[in-house]
């Protein structure tokens, strides 16, 4: 089955500057990679996907990139705010008609002031 | 992912007992999941439902059963089986028919008294 590794599992940024989280997975035939934000004790939401024909998308100040031949897909966070705190979770799922996720182990995002 | 309702927030089971946690959608969503997560271990699939009267075991099925005799409904029953219930319980939701996305529930926490 699919496995989905996630790095770094902690990461602190001063205000301001880049945050950049790396996700590898194991199934060539993955098709579609979401990444969900969670803020403490609070549900998993949605904040980027991206689809396997698809090399980068952006939204704001969020991006994400796949790199298909290489099987791993990052999110880069710019201009981090106070309000980016949170773990940030990659999944990855496999092609056809299942729709399956399998997560990474999340990473938590902190903010320096 | 408002339209994604679990119930209770906190359930207290005692040795030997087995409980049932809800999930409710008024999506009109096809797909239903259940996801348990302990800290540092992301969200590990229980089971999962992609029509009603069909579901499949997920990673971690052993002690958990499921039912989905309703379109909007899949609850959990965390049985006696399962030694270590301590977790955040998450319900999840997806359209189906190719379409990926995850919505999740509020979650609920399970503690052993």
């Known amino acids: 089955g699919e496995n989905v590794e996630q790095h770094p599992s902690t990461l602190s940024v001063q205000e301001g500057d880049s945050a950049v989280i790396k996700c590898t997975y194991s199934?060539?035939?993955?098709?579609?990679f979401p990444w969900y934000k969670q803020e403490l004790g609070k549900r998993p939401q949605l904040i980027i996907d991206?689809?396997?024909?698809?090399g980068e998308k952006k939204d704001q100040r969020i991006a994400v990139t796949l790199n298909k031949t290489a099987k791993h897909f990052s999110l880069h966070i710019t201009e981090t705010q106070p309000e980016d705190s949170a773990v940030y979770f990659c999944?990855?799922?496999?092609?056809?008609?299942?729709?399956?996720?399998?997560f990474g182990k999340g990473t938590l995002l902190t903010m320096n002031p | 992912d408002g339209g994604i309702t679990q119930s209770p927030k906190y359930l207290f089971r005692k040795e030997g007992q087995n409980v049932t946690l809800s999930c409710e959608q008024n999506?009109?969503?096809?797909?239903m999941y259940w996801y348990r997560q302990d800290p540092g271990q992301g969200l590990r699939l229980i089971y999962y439902?992609?029509?009603?009267?069909?579901?499949q075991k997920g990673d971690i099925a052993e002690g958990y059963s499921v039912s989905r005799e309703k379109k909007e409904s899949f609850p959990l029953t965390v049985t006696s089986a399962q030694k270590n219930p301590t977790a955040f319980y998450l319900c999840?939701?997806?359209?189906?028919?190719?379409?990926?996305?995850?919505?999740f529930g509020p979650g609920t926490r399970l503690l052993v008294l």
């Open positions: 439902s992609q029509i009603v009267n069909d579901f």
């Open positions: 991206i689809r396997s024909n698809v």
């Open positions: 999944a990855a799922s496999p092609g056809g008609s299942n729709y399956k996720l399998t």
């Open positions: 999506l009109n969503h096809d797909a």
């Open positions: 999840a939701s997806s359209i189906g028919q190719g379409l990926k996305t995850q919505y």
């Open positions: 199934d060539s035939a993955s098709n579609y």
